[in-house]
C-alpha cells in the first residue's frame, strides 16, 4: 500500500505517534469507500488469551480517523480531523490477528462534508467501523462521529 503517495503518507503519520506504532498497525487497503487495517494478535492479547478489547477500539477510531483524513487530504484541504463521540459493541472473542475496516455511516456524503469543511471551516462524518475474524464473523463493531476543523 505504500506505493500510493497518500497511504505512504497515512502510513507515515501513524507510525510517527509512539502509542500507534506500538500497535503494530499496517495499511491493508484502501478504495476510497472503505480503510482497511490489520495489526498482530500478538501485541493485543489480553488475560484470556484473544484480543484486548481497548485495542480493536483503538483501531476501529484510527481507521476511522484515517478514512476521514485521507479524505479532507484527497481534495487539498487543510484540516485537524478528531473524534467527537463513538459507541463500540464487542459481539466475541477474537483469537487471530486484528483486520478492521472503516467506512462512511451516515446520510451526509464526503461531497456534503467536505462543502461544509470550506465554507463553514467545520465538518462532520459519521463512520463505522468493525474488526473480524478469520471466519469474516464480526468481533467489534463501531459508530463514531468525527469532525474536521480548518487550519487557520
Not at 103 to 125: C, N, P, S, V
Amino acid at each position: 500500500m505504500a506505493h500510493d503517495p497518500a497511504l505512504a503518507w497515512l502510513d507515515a503519520h501513524y507510525q510517527a505517534m509512539p502509542p500507534v506504532a506500538a500497535l503494530g498497525v499496517s495499511i491493508a487497503g484502501y478504495d476510497g469507500d472503505a480503510l482497511r487495517l490489520r495489526a498482530p494478535l500478538a501485541l493485543h492479547v489480553n488475560d484470556k488469551g484473544c484480543a484486548f478489547g481497548g485495542s480493536m477500539a483503538s483501531l476501529m477510531t484510527l481507521a476511522g480517523w484515517g478514512l476521514f483524513t485521507l479524505h479532507v487530504r484527497a481534495v487539498g484541504l487543510d484540516a485537524d480531523v478528531f473524534v467527537a463521540d463513538s459507541s463500540v459493541k464487542f459481539r466475541q472473542p477474537l483469537y487471530a490477528d486484528l483486520a478492521v475496516e472503516a467506512w462512511r455511516a451516515g446520510d451526509e456524503t464526503w461531497d456534503d462534508a467536505l462543502a461544509a469543511l470550506r465554507t463553514r471551516g467545520r465538518a462532520r462524518m459519521f463512520i463505522a467501523a468493525c474488526v473480524r475474524g478469520t471466519d469474516g464473523v464480526v468481533a467489534a463493531e463501531s459508530r463514531a462521529r468525527f469532525v474536521a476543523v480548518a487550519k487557520g
